[in-house]
């Protein structure tokens, strides 16, 4: 009579159990970011690492809610919730084509946005421009996060650093090559270094690059009268390496300058396919080269590339220092 009663009981808790609806799918204890503290540039346009569902059921959201500084605890989400204008993209922008304000305009929108944010469907943290209105520091984030098991918050998942950067990148090395005018192989490299370029923000009115290309002695060649010109095409092609002319909406040369204006930042905003470099070069009748060089006069151009790309707006001076040349007027 005992054992009936116990498989009886027994029976009648499978039947519960198995007429009871289990919650579909998973939302794991141990959902995290790999990259901890993430790093958060001030003044540019990026997306962080996602998050790590830990295999979680998808869809899962993800939705900010509070940010702390890491070494107080200070809650200090009002301030990261503070909106401001912007304009963003509503279709792709192409530098060939758009290389007017006005084309330009008509494929962006004005809006106001916070300048940090995260991706409801990554967790990714989106940052732009206007992170540059936020303190520095180090700080800890809670998500609410939410998939088709419910809803959870998880406390102090993420921590971020917003940190100062320049508002401009040299992404490669000066260099200078002399050519042989007439047989464009026989070449000869001069040692160039970081120290050959100087950049300098001006002030933020105007979206203007400002070049001067100079000699050894800081004596600007002048590119109106073509002491400064487009480098061609290697070989039998017909063309040009790509110059700052490329990518700007207007281009103005000046006895000791050439002036770029541009209306997208970052700028440029996409490489046209060497990078953000530009080349140039001063044809061999207005260049002296130093002795030790062994070039004789005129019978070599000077051929300088540099690069350059800006993350913030407004008007920057570009000096090209060429080492051991000399300008011939």
Request: hydrophobic content about 35%.
């Amino acid at each position: 009579m005992k054992k009936s009663l116990i498989f009886t009981l027994a029976i009648g808790i499978v039947a519960v159990t198995a007429c009871k609806k289990l919650p579909d799918g998973n939302l794991s204890d141990i959902i995290r970011y790999e990259e901890t503290p993430m790093q958060i540039k001030k003044g540019r346009a990026e997306v962080s690492t996602a998050i790590n569902p830990a295999g979680s059921s998808k869809p899962t959201e993800y939705k900010l809610l509070k940010i702390y500084e890491q070494e107080s605890g200070k809650d200090v989400t009002d301030i990261f919730l503070k909106t401001y204008p912007i304009k963003i993209w509503t279709k792709l922008y192409d530098s060939k084509v758009d290389n007017t304000i006005e084309k330009i305009d008509a494929k962006r929108k004005d809006t106001v946005m916070t300048a940090l944010s995260i991706n409801k469907l990554s967790g990714s943290i989106e940052s732009n421009e206007n992170t540059l209105q936020l303190p520095s520091g180090h700080y800890v984030f809670d998500l609410e996060i939410k998939n088709s098991t419910g809803t959870r918050i998880f406390p102090k998942i993420g921590e971020f650093k917003l940190i100062d950067v320049p508002l401009f990148e040299v992404p490669a090395i000066r260099s200078t090559v002399a050519m042989k005018v007439g047989a464009e192989t026989t070449t000869k490299s001069i040692p160039s270094d970081a120290s050959h370029i100087k950049v300098e923000k001006l002030d933020a009115k105007e979206n203007k690059i400002i070049v001067r290309i100079v000699d050894k002695n800081g004596q600007p060649f002048n590119p109106k009268a073509g002491e400064v010109d487009r480098r061609p095409l290697a070989g039998t092609a017909v063309g040009f390496l790509q110059t700052m002319q490329d990518y700007s909406l207007t281009t103005t040369l000046f006895d000791d300058r050439m002036e770029f204006t541009y209306g997208v930042v970052p700028f440029p905003l996409v490489s046209l396919g060497n990078g953000f470099n530009y080349y140039y070069r001063i044809p061999a009748k207005y260049v002296k080269f130093d002795d030790s060089l062994g070039l004789p006069y005129n019978t070599y151009s000077c051929n300088a590339r540099f690069s350059f790309q800006a993350f913030v707006g407004g008007t920057y001076q570009v000096d090209v220092i060429i080492p051991q040349v000399t300008r011939v007027k």
